[in-house]
């Protein structure tokens, strides 16, 4: 594969968005039809390539793609390149597919915008970004790629910005991920100091030419303490962006964007790059004991923590988030086991099913107008389509066989069983108790949306909707209705995918798996305990779930009585938004930190007034002052002229000696 | 491309040449403004061609005069030496394109437009020649010439306590200038000439010695000037308000390159001629860099004007500066270097964008804005991409040069550097807060007539715009040529 195709898989959506940003928006308006046009063909560019690109990694081509040196001072030397791998191959093809499919479906979403050829303009530049993190050959290109998909969440989360709660839900995203980029940054700067002294610091990944490259020479270049340091900070970037314990916070925020951006990068995309992260770096990991550890145990801890909030929450969108970050939990508990194949392997299916019931919630908010899951119900009888792509999607996520789901959730099952020690137990456990719990928040939100009668939707809707006619979210629901065909058949592709996407790694042929056996994945075998296990507890939160739901019930008054403090924690979402917003930003840094320091800045503090007065001129500062404050310039000039003589006078005489 | 016979002079002198004519032909304010622009978009036309030039044939020199047989002051050992190297060509270029927006950017300045523009003129020469002055003599009197414009400028046609803050920066300045001129002159008597080229050579060799000051003595002379210049807390305090009251242009200016003096002359003579000093007082520096940049950037968020704002932000953006000049490393100073550069042109474009708001809304009390987006978009559009420039992202020119300290300093200084890097978090919170609060949610109904930005608006961020993206994509661009420069004065290869 010629090096100019694998650019162009990065350079198509890019063009497609500078093409629309500069060109189509000023002189064909914003809601031209054209900035569909360009985005759809540039990603279906990139989609063929990709197929392409995985075709040739698949035929075990070797693709070696060259390095450009871009800048170098000293020992330090930029080496720019792609990388093509299993890994990557796989990525580009979730990605690319994921980005199209979504593409499509924006179409019948955001119709009626008055900024679709911006959301298409900021679409395609998100795809950019994201391909260009997942091709990288150079960890700064890779950070290159990592900050820019954190922009285009931003302003894509931040759509409707005239939404007080989007803007803020916007700031709170990039800002909560930045704080994992400032380890993941650190991660960097510690590369460079702990390089071995003779060699260049070129950050290319793999690099065949070079001495030493960071994928084949790093875990064993870096060793000891200073290792274990660069990947906690190489997690830390991770757990940012894929919303992991303690920096999950943001996720369910961002629900705010329009559901086709969440659907793409805060459900198959972005969120994953930080699972794409650990396992591009796990040959650092390696050599890493403690660091896994801490993975697989965030990872762990994650898939319960989440689960349990997504199961009272009532906004539809906001349980699909916190799934989103439950699963991505048991993405990250596999790669603290080393298991490079089955954190892949669910990352690829889940990118599927996933993306179909946030599709599925958008299909549903444009027939009712609302997310708010209490007043919806009795949807399957006139959403027939959606309510059957979103059955299959809450199958494969629950791990039914023969769902996706089940498959490559078994295998991370399996992992932690046959790991075995306590790491493994306390693991094992957690993973069955998140697949109850996943079960049974899908399930209940099957019920409450699609069963049982229709509660009103938006026209029950209590509160604000000052800017109901800005945005699409709020336009229809008194009379719902399936939604067009533009949004269903990217729904139904994806339902197919979501029933069979594991076919790719299908037991007897393990494809998927032999992609990515150069990086050291191996066949796992099926393990009939902990899979039927594994089966049971997600069995187990359907029957709960049909017990107190299927009837079309809102809430369940049966648990909530002597469980209301319980209920009441997880609807506060365990106060972490208190702790981080109200305490930590607000209490502390603000009203008391920052507060004492910008005091302690001014005139009547400390900084400025000590200076002021210590000052050559200092002490007639302050009252020179008032006279100029008085008008007087006059003064002031005089004060100038004195000071200019005397240094004036000051040079002649001393100069005049030389 | 060959440099002329003196290009450098036209280029450090054809602003106030400028100045000149508008003060003898100057009647009409759209003349006034027309001759202006007309000097600065010629001395940009050489500056670049100064560029091309440099990267044909190396480093420019112009002299008049030579030391010791036949100087340009006999009486003294001056001449009139002009040099443009490594170090001083992406400043100087940096300079004539910061003109042509000041000039831009004080289209709307209705009151006494040829003062005004003489003035700014004027400045424009002083911080030219600091740029490009090989000779100490002409560096010290360069640095002292832009400060009477600076005082004009601000305490006529600034805004609230404008004379207070005029009145503040002189003096600050001066008091820095005074320890300067010790130090100019003890280097003076070292070395028989006022050659800067030669005090560099006998400071790398290690032979720089005065004959009644210590070595450490001179440098914290130059240092006290340099640090109040750049800022480095606690000597910042002068910034906050000389910004705040300053008009649209002059903050430009000041954001742009008066600061870049302070990092220049710490690059050109704290580190070039003084080495071991340097690296003996490398540790106090990086901490007092870290300071700046954590100090500076907490006391951001408790701003309500939205120029104090920007201004504080600069306090902290200038500690990179330091810190990467303090590492003492080529990759570090490079870095700082590439810093200067890219906090001028963003900066710059922050100060111009609130000052356009500022002229539509009058006002730039924080609380009262809010949702002009709506009503603003291009201004909007190019505030969130300073905004963003100014958080480091990737691909714009501050990243580059974040990063590039970070890496130098990192190896040098880990732990204080992994301090400094907490900046970007506080950055990246300050930015979105203030965006937040200014551009988005909806609009309020006192903001439904503000306007957007006019064409000479327009064409003043695009020139800021361009490089910023520029040098973001390819940082080589500039860096390569501040790194020939850096590389002789660190040592490294």
Redesign the interface.
Known sequence: MPEAAVWLIIAAPLAAAVFNGLIIRPLFGPVSRIGFDATVGAIGISFMLSLWALSVVWTDQEVVLPLHE??R????SLRIGLLLDGLTAIMLVVVTSVSLLVQIYSHGYMKEDRSYVRYYTFMAMFTSAMLTLVLANNL?LL??GW??VG?CS?LLI?FW????SA??A??KA??IT??G??FF??AI??I??LWPEDTPVTFALSDPNAPMDLLRAGGAALTGTGLTLICLGIMAGAAGKSAQFPLHTWLPDAMEGPTPVSALIHAATMVAAGVFLVARFLPLFEEAETARTIVALIGGFTVVFAASMGLVMNDIKRVLAYSTVSQLGYMFLALGLGALGPALFHLFNHAFFKALLFLGSGSVNHATGTFDMRLMGGLRRVMPWTYGVFFIGSLSLAGIPPFSGFWSKDEILGIAWSYGGTLGTILFVLAVVGAFMTAAYIFRALFMTFHGKYRGGEAQEAHGT??AHETHDERHGATPHESPWVMVIPMAILAVLAIGSWFINFPATHWFTDLLKPLGAHVEEIQIVPAAIGLVAGLLGIGIATALYRGGAVSAPSISGPLAPVTNLLTRKYYMDELYEGVIVRSV??ER???F??WF?S?KGV??R???TL???GRN?GK??RV??NGQ?QM?LT??SI??V??VA??VV???V? | MQPFDGLITLIVFLPVAGAAVIAVAGREQMLVRRIALGAMILNLILATYAWLSYSANGPIIEQLGQYGSNPWIP???ASYLLTIDGLSMPLVFLTALLGVVAVLGSWHVKERVREYHVWLLMLLTGVQGVFVAGDL?LFFLFW?VEL?PM?FLI?MWGTG?R??S???F???T??G??FM?VGV?AL??AI?SFDMGAMTLAGQEGTLRAAFLSMDVIFLMFLAAFAIKLPV???H?WLPDAHTDAPTAVSVLLAGVLLKMGGYGLIRINVGMFPSEMEQWAPLLVIFSVVSIL?GA??V???TDLKRLVAYSSVSHMGLVLLGVASL???SV?GAALQMFAHGTITGLLFLVVGIIYENAHTRHIPDLG?L??RMPVVGAVFVFAG?ASLG???LSG??AE??V??GS??AY?WQ??FA??G??LT??YI??T??RV?????KERWNSVKDASPADFVAMALLVLPIIIVGV???LV??VF?DAV?LLVG??
């Open positions: 871009i800048i001072v000293d020992e330090f700064i950070f290159v900050e820019l922009l931003y931040g910005f005239t939404r007080p803007a803020a916007a700031k990039f800002i930045r704080f980029d400032l940054l650190l700067l510690g460079f100091l000052a800017d840094l603000y930190l920052w507060r320091l910008a800045d005139d900084v400025d000590a200076v002021n000052g050559l001129f500062l020179g002052i100029v404050e310039l002031s004060v100038l000071g200019a005397i240094i000051a040079y001393w100069g005049g030389g | 009486g003294v050992n003599l002292e009477v005082y305490a306590h004379e207070y005029a009145m503040k002189v003096l600050y001066l008091f200038s005074a001129l002159l003076r008597f028989g807390w606690p000597l305090t100090y907490a006391v968020f408790r701003q490393g080529a990759v490079t949702g987006f709506s963003l992202l990737p691909l990243f580059a990063l590039m970070f890496l990192f190896d880990p550097t992994a890097v907490l970007i978090v990246a919170g979105l807060w965006v937040e551009l988005l949610g909806p609009l390819y940082p080589a860096a390569d790194r590389t490294g290869g």
